[in-house]
Nanobody, 128 residues
């Protein structure tokens, strides 16, 4: 089974940066894509970023485009989310997500439907 473990959350002031990591510590099957979604209290779940493993194609939500960068280290089964120019509205619990089969931009689908695999979540708090 896939086991996603996140790290790197924390508290920063607006304008600051954080880097999240997500490692698959489970079976090393060929995941098609990995990414991140976030959930803030009282707000809809939002797919943030996704990367197609090996191919490197990336997609971002409009709310983070230009500020967040997703990348992968295949040798470590790890994906990273570099978050720059953070805003208070980025405050949320961030979850790593993975799929064996991915189509298109993927992240839009993570609002109505939970990803097939997800981590336990890591809190990101941005103060003004």
């Amino acid at each position: 089974a896939v086991q996603l473990v996140e790290s790197g959350g924390g508290s920063v002031q607006a304008g600051g940066s954080l880097r999240l990591s997500c490692t698959n510590r489970g079976d090393r099957y060929s995941l098609n894509c990995m990414g991140w979604f976030r959930q803030a209290p009282g707000k809809e779940r939002e797919g943030v970023a996704v990367i197609y493993i090996g191919a490197g194609h990336t997609y971002y939500s409009d709310s983070v485009k230009g500020r967040f960068t997703i990348s992968e280290d295949g040798a470590k089964d790890t994906v990273y989310l570099q978050m720059n120019s953070l805003k208070p509205e980025d405050t949320a619990t961030y979850y790593c997500a993975a799929e064996y089969r991915c189509v298109g931009t993927v992240i839009d689908g993570w609002t109505p439907n939970l990803p097939s695999y997800r981590g336990q979540g890591t809190q990101v708090t941005v103060s003004s």
